[in-house]
């Protein structure tokens, strides 16, 4: 099995920040690109940020603001998002692309439960 857990969510004023965390645990050999996504009321699910080994990619309306980070040994993306504005209120998920122990070369995409970010102006 594996898991994904999400935290740091929460409510903050326009022009503040938060950190969002991500850890995968479980049975997993490997990890390769680990994102996050987010989804406001009415809207459909977009991608926010991604890194791989290749390097990272961000959604235009959040470039220079938020910033994505990994750490390999802890299983664990990091999205720091500064300067929020409304428009970042969402729901905010974890993406990761995953080969089990057992199946290493079988890829899998798991996601987290989501965390709530609301931004209030």
């Known amino acids: 099995q594996v898991q994904v857990v999400e935290s740091g969510g929460g409510l903050v004023q326009a022009g503040g920040s938060l950190r969002l965390s991500c850890t995968a645990s479980?049975?997993?050999?490997?990890?390769?690109?680990m994102g996050w996504y987010r989804q406001a009321p009415g809207k459909q699910r977009e991608l926010v940020a991604r890194?791989?080994?290749?390097?990272?990619n961000y959604t235009d309306s959040v470039k220079g603001r938020f910033t994505i980070s990994r750490d390999n040994a802890k299983n664990t993306v990091y999205l720091q998002m500064n300067s929020l504005k409304p428009e970042d209120t969402a729901v905010y998920y974890c993406?990761?692309?995953?080969?089990?122990?057992?199946?290493?070369?079988?890829?899998?995409?798991?996601w987290g439960q989501g965390t709530q970010v609301t931004v209030s102006s």
């Open positions: 993406n990761t692309m995953i080969a089990r122990i057992g199946t290493p070369k079988v890829w899998a995409t798991y």
């Open positions: 479980g049975s997993i050999f490997s990890i390769n690109a």
């Open positions: 890194i791989t080994s290749g390097g990272t």
